[in-house]
């Protein structure tokens, strides 16, 4: 992308509402490196997208919504955070998706969705897809790991209308069902798009090893 060329703002929204059951603790206040759990996320977002145009990152909160929202206000981050409640934070994830493009800056041109149990998530990753957003500017942008589809992925302003439609009895599967012709596959050479925690196992197998 040309230096001259103006990025057009985007925000990430990170879905963070989760009760953590199978985990049996608060999973994204736990350690992670130097870090936390939801702080290793927060920062492959600001290293990745600081100079595509990443102006904001939105958490949205639920179970839990006091501890993370404890550990957001710590968190040192060159890009500003905000957050949002989602009373409804027991359904589906797409409930946490829709409250979180609700509340997106009135700037913003498309959401980076992205998962708050996602440590392993590389700035790499979210470089080339904002990149990808910023230089060709595709509506729908997944990335694609051995042609499956992970995290995060990006989504144009143009079809929030489409998802804020969506009732509480569809997915975030129906609506990438619907929009497949609209999909663009970036593939990328990491299974980490693929990777979430959700068992005490996930997190002793995943975990980076102590320094």
Known sequence: MHSSAPSKPVEAIVLAAGRSLRMGRPKLTLPWGKTTVLGAVIQALADGGATLGLQGIL?????????????LRQLPCPIPIRWTY??????????????????????????????????QILSSTVQAILQCYQEEGHWLIAPSYQMRRGHPWLVARPLWKDLLALSTSHTLRDFFRIHAGKV??????????????????????????EE
């Open 86 to 119: 989602n009373p409804n934070y027991e359904g589906e994830m797409l409930l946490s998706l829709q409250e979180g493009l609700r509340h997106t800056l009135s700037t913003t041109q498309a959401a980076l969705v992205t998962l708050g149990d996602q440590p």
């Open 184 to 209: 663009y596959h970036l593939m990328v050479e990491t299974p980490t798009v693929l990777k979430d925690l959700d068992t005490p196992e996930d997190y002793a197998r995943e975990r980076p090893q």
């Open 59 to 71: 958490v949205v909160t639920g179970g839990h919504h006091w501890l993370v929202e404890e550990l």
